[in-house]
Structure formats: C-alpha cells, structure tokens
Nanobody, 126 residues
C-alpha cells in the first residue's frame, strides 16, 4: 500500500481558491489511480474527483464540476486538487485516496480505493 499525506487546507472566504496536495510514498505512484473525497459534518463521505494513471482521464462530482481541477505530477508522487470559486457548502474534511492498477469498481465509490490519507480541513465562510 501507499502512504498518503494531504496538505493545503485552511479557512477561506466564499469565492476564494485553495490548492490541496497529496504526497504519496513509494516509487510506484504512477501505477495508482488517485481520488479526492470529502466529508462534511454529519454527512457521509462523498466523491469529489478522480484521475487515471497518466492523468489523461479525470472525473468530477457534479457539485464541483467547472470549479475544481484534479491533476497529478508522477515525478513528484503528488496529486493536486485546485479548488476555485469556493462555496460554504464545500466545507469538509478532504481525503486523498489511492488504488493500484487495475482499478476494479467505479471511481465514485469510496470502497474501491484501498489507501487513504488522514484528511485536511477546508472551511469556507460566507
């Protein structure tokens, strides 16, 4: 399994931007499908975005489409989540997730990912 560490969370105002980073350990990062999920207080963890091995394919929840962008730098063992036009409803703990190739299941399902980070808090004030 790969070890994941998220960073970049914080307190921002509505309309601001943040970029989350997720650093992965190991030398086989390019063999992992990566995802971002989030969990708001009192709610279930939900899918935010996912990216394929080389970054050629990206997937987004409807709630963030057009505002968030997932990307990866395999040479740096890092996946990013650029979040623009943040809204108070984006407030949550954001988790990075990884699953080695071949990916079995769907990106939208958290159960399909085997490795998780500890999460980073994002708070958006109105």
């Amino acid at each position: 399994q790969v070890q994941l560490v998220e960073s970049g969370g914080g307190l921002v105002q509505a309309g601001d931007s943040l970029r989350l980073s997720c650093a992965a350990s190991g030398r086989t990062f390019s063999r992992y499908h990566m995802g971002w999920f989030r969990q708001a207080p009192g709610k279930k963890r939900e899918f935010v975005a996912a990216i394929t091995l080389s970054g050629g394919g990206t997937y987004y929840a409807d709630s963030v489409k057009g505002r968030f962008t997932i990307s990866r730098e395999n040479a740096k063992n890092t996946v990013y989540l650029q979040m623009n036009s943040l809204k108070p409803e984006d407030t949550a703990v954001y988790y990075c997730a990884a699953e080695p190739h071949p990916f079995r299941g769907t990106y939208y399902n958290e159960g399909a990912f085997g490795s998780w980070g500890q999460g980073t808090q994002v708070t958006v004030s109105s």
